[in-house]
């Protein structure tokens, strides 16, 4: 057999999911060419498979594990604290595959990258070249800063510090008064992302590259909101959790239909929501008409993820912060809007009967979705039907 062939044939076994997991140990050596690397990297594992990658002492083997999207994670949690810094940090980096829905790594995980004194053995990169790899990889979950914010580690008080709208009003106040002298400093110069006075004050020195983020993220006092109307930069406002009542109905009433677009769905849109029900443009009184079945952020960000991210778009998804509740998805699975019902058949916790419902959907998006977020065993048979 040709070395060659013989690279084909190993590889067919690694990716076989019937071969056992003995067979598939005997891959991961470097005898076996890229076969036990590509497998390493790229499939399911067995538990035992699993063992023998995370000892291996090849650290290639242990590098392509720790991009695996396909095993869970909590199972590559000994890889955080690996001997060589570039395995921590592939970990820290996540798969190169970019996928749509970002895979959040487990807390645990996450506290030994930033708890680390050092970045491995070897010595070739820094803990904060591995913190950066995290935080570019989208790991981290939006919930995250505020499990930490009473841990009793000061690094991760820290970090919860500055990630201060994550938190909670009593989070905050017990972080400007932390023991911990650097968390307090750093409680205090993150406080001004929600004191509008401080945010006008701060705003000239910010830079044009971060304006756009600070007016649509931040507490914006009334004369920034003015000067972004006489500007017409009025689009981080659409987007921006804090504006005023008053600010969202002239922008309800914007001429440009896609700012009316982006408020339409908001939670804390008044009565102008009505308004725009009978609005000119189609995509408005769509999102419109669903404004009444949100109420809460956490719904809203259920509902952005369908309506802004349709099936064309490539951009990561990373999980929320907080999940609607189920009723709230059960009740958007008997909707008469279309959009409501492929939130609900996008939720992997919706029961299997609302799933087995939504996938006789005459939406066929709504039907895709179901199928998707269905077992294994019950999509075979839903295809089948």
Same mark, same amino acid.
């Given at each position: 057999?040709?070395?060659?062939?013989?690279?084909?044939?190993?590889?067919?076994?690694?990716?076989?999911?019937?071969?056992?997991?003995?067979?598939?140990?005997?891959?991961?050596?470097?005898?076996?060419?890229?076969?036990?690397?590509?497998?390493?990297?790229?499939?399911?594992?067995?538990?035992?498979?699993?063992?023998?990658?995370?000892?291996?002492?090849?650290?290639?083997?242990?590098?392509?594990?720790?991009?695996?999207?396909?095993?869970?994670?909590?199972?590559?949690?000994?890889?955080?604290?690996?001997?060589?810094?570039?395995?921590?940090?592939?970990?820290?980096?996540?798969?190169?595959?970019?996928?749509?829905?970002?895979?959040?790594?487990?807390?645990?995980?996450?506290?030994?990258?930033?708890?680390?004194?050092?970045?491995?053995?070897?010595?070739?990169?820094?803990?904060?070249?591995?913190?950066?790899?995290?935080?570019?990889?989208?790991?981290?979950?939006?919930?995250?800063?505020?499990?930490?914010?009473?841990?009793?580690?000061?690094?991760?008080?820290?970090?919860?510090?500055?990630?201060?709208?994550?938190?909670?009003?009593?989070?905050?106040?017990?972080?400007?008064?932390?023991?911990?002298?650097?968390?307090?400093?750093?409680?205090?110069?993150?406080?001004?992302?929600?004191?509008?006075?401080?945010?006008?004050?701060?705003?000239?020195?910010?830079?044009?590259?971060?304006?756009?983020?600070?007016?649509?993220?931040?507490?914006?006092?009334?004369?920034?909101?003015?000067?972004?109307?006489?500007?017409?930069?009025?689009?981080?406002?659409?987007?921006?959790?804090?504006?005023?009542?008053?600010?969202?109905?002239?922008?309800?009433?914007?001429?440009?239909?896609?700012?009316?677009?982006?408020?339409?769905?908001?939670?804390?849109?008044?009565?102008?929501?009505?308004? #725009?029900? @009978? =609005?000119? $443009? /189609?995509? &408005?009184?769509? !999102? *419109?008409? +669903?404004?009444? %079945?949100?109420?809460?952020?956490?719904?809203?960000?259920?509902?952005?993820?369908?309506?802004?991210?349709?099936?064309?778009?490539?951009?990561?998804?990373?999980?929320?912060?907080?999940?609607?509740?189920?009723?709230?998805?059960?009740?958007?699975?008997?909707?008469?809007?279309?959009?409501?019902?492929?939130?609900?058949?996008?939720?992997?916790?919706?029961?299997?009967?609302?799933?087995?419902? #939504?996938? @006789? =959907?005459? $939406? /066929?998006? &709504?039907?895709? !979705? *179901?199928? +998707?977020?269905? %077992?294994?065993?019950?999509?075979?048979?839903?295809?089948?039907?």
């Amino acid at each position: 057999m040709s070395d060659s062939l013989r690279e084909l044939w190993l590889r067919g076994i690694a990716f076989n999911a019937a071969a056992p997991a003995d067979v598939l140990i005997r891959l991961v050596d470097e005898a076996a060419g890229e076969a036990g690397l590509l497998m390493c990297e790229g499939r399911d594992l067995p538990d035992a498979v699993i063992d023998a990658a995370l000892r291996h002492p090849v650290e290639r083997i242990r590098r392509a594990l720790a991009r695996n999207l396909h095993v869970d994670p909590a199972r590559l949690a000994p890889l955080a604290s690996d001997p060589s810094g570039l395995v921590r940090a592939y970990l820290a980096g996540g798969t190169r595959l970019q996928p749509r829905w970002v895979r959040p790594l487990p807390d645990d995980i996450l506290v030994t990258f930033l708890t680390a004194q050092e970045g491995g053995e070897d010595g070739r990169v820094t803990e904060k070249d591995i913190v950066g790899e995290l935080w570019s990889s989208r790991q981290v979950p939006p919930s995250f800063p505020r499990d930490m914010a009473g841990h009793d580690h000061p690094a991760l008080r820290l970090y919860a510090a500055f990630q201060w709208q994550s938190l909670t009003a009593a989070q905050r106040n017990a972080l400007l008064d932390d023991p911990d002298p650097v968390v307090r400093k750093a409680a205090r110069e993150s406080s001004w992302v929600l004191d509008p006075e401080a945010v006008e004050a701060k705003l000239p020195s910010i830079g044009s590259r971060n304006t756009w983020f600070v007016l649509g993220t931040c507490a914006l006092s009334p004369a920034v909101v003015e000067q972004c109307f006489a500007d017409d930069e009025v689009h981080p406002l659409a987007r921006n959790r804090h504006t005023p009542a008053d600010a969202l109905a002239r922008l309800a009433r914007h001429p440009d239909a896609e700012i009316r677009r982006l408020v339409a769905t908001r939670p804390d849109l008044g009565p102008e929501a009505a308004e #725009l029900r @009978q =609005d000119p $443009d /189609e995509n &408005v009184r769509m !999102r *419109a008409r +669903l404004q009444p %079945s949100i109420r809460t952020w956490a719904e809203f960000q259920a509902v952005q993820k369908v309506v802004d991210h349709g099936p064309d778009c490539t951009c990561p998804i990373t999980q929320p912060a907080t999940e609607p509740s189920p009723n709230w998805y059960a009740t958007c699975a008997a909707s008469e809007e279309p959009v409501l019902r492929r939130v609900a058949a996008s939720w992997p916790g919706l029961s299997a009967e609302l799933v087995e419902t #939504l996938a @006789q =959907d005459d $939406d /066929e998006e &709504v039907l895709i !979705r *179901a199928v +998707l977020i269905a %077992s294994h065993a019950e999509r075979q048979r839903l295809l089948r039907s």
